[in-house]
């Protein structure tokens, strides 16, 4: 089993940066595929970004591409969510998840460990 715990959220005011990390225990994150989720109140869990046990697979949603970034340290066991030029769109609960499955990163669906979440608030 997999334990997850994100961190790094917090409140930032538009055009502002964040990190997120990702933090896993009992079990190595190097074989799956690991991806960022999020959801604002009243809205479904939508895909953020994504990348392969390896990392030479980068996926990312239409509406963060070139300014969110997904990277991993599998030393570390540890994912992270690079996140510039905030919006106050932005603003939900992101959560990270691991896929053992090699298809469709952005389906939620695809995704057997997920964390508890970590709000990310951007002011305008």
């Known amino acids: 089993q997999v334990q997850l715990v994100e961190s790094g959220g917090g409140l930032v005011q538009a055009g502002g940066s964040l990190r997120l990390s990702c933090a896993a225990s009992?079990?190595?994150?190097?074989?799956?595929?690991m991806g960022w989720f999020r959801q604002a109140p009243g809205k479904e869990r939508d895909f953020v970004g994504a990348i392969t046990w390896s990392g030479a697979g980068l996926y990312y949603a239409d509406s963060v591409k070139g300014r969110f970034a997904v990277s991993r340290d599998n030393a570390k066991n540890t994912v992270y969510l690079q996140m510039n030029s905030l919006k106050p769109e932005d603003t939900a609960v992101y959560y990270c998840a691991g896929s053992r499955s090699r298809l469709s990163p952005e389906d939620r669906n695809e995704y057997n460990y997920w964390g508890q979440g970590t709000q990310v608030t951007v002011s305008s």
């Open positions: 009992g079990r190595t994150l190097s074989t799956l595929t």
